[in-house]
C-alpha cells in the first residue's frame, strides 16, 4: 500500500487506492520522533537505490507536507 501511494504520488500511472494519511494514522498517536524515524528510513531506502537529489527534494517536501495529517491525529 506505501509503495502504491510513493508510485501514485510520484507520477502513476496507476492510482493508490489506499486510506488517506489521516484515515490511516487516525489514533495511533504518532509522535513527531516516530514521525522523523520514519522520514529518515525513507530517505535511506532512496539513497540506497540512487535517487537523484532533485527527486529526494521533492520526496521531502511531499512527506513533510502530509506531517499534519500524520501527528497525533
Ligand atoms: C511520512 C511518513 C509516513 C507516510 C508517508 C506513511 C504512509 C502510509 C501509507 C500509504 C499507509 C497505507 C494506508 C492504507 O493501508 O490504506 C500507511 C499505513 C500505516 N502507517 Fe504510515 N506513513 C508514515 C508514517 C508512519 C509512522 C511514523 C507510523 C508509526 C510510528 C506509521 C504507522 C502506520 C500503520 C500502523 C499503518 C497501517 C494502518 C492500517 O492498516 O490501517 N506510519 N502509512
Same mark, same amino acid.
Given at each position: 500500500m506505501a509503495r502504491e501511494f510513493f508510485c501514485a504520488g510520484s507520477g502513476g500511472p496507476e492510482p493508490y487506492?489506499?486510506? @488517506?494519511?489521516? /484515515?490511516? $494514522?487516525?489514533?495511533?498517536?504518532?509522535? &513527531?520522533? &516516530?514521525y522523523l524515524a520514519a522520514m529518515d528510513d525513507?530517505?535511506?531506502?532512496? @539513497?540506497? $537505490?540512487?535517487l537523484d537529489q532533485? /527527486?529526494?527534494? @521533492?520526496?521531502i517536501a511531499i512527506l513533510y507536507s502530509l506531517k499534519g495529517e500524520i501527528i497525533r491525529v
Open positions: 487506492t489506499g486510506k @488517506d494519511m489521516l /484515515t490511516a $494514522h487516525k489514533g495511533m498517536n504518532i509522535s &513527531e520522533q &516516530e525513507i530517505i535511506g531506502a532512496m @539513497d540506497k $537505490h540512487g532533485d /527527486t529526494r527534494k @521533492d520526496v
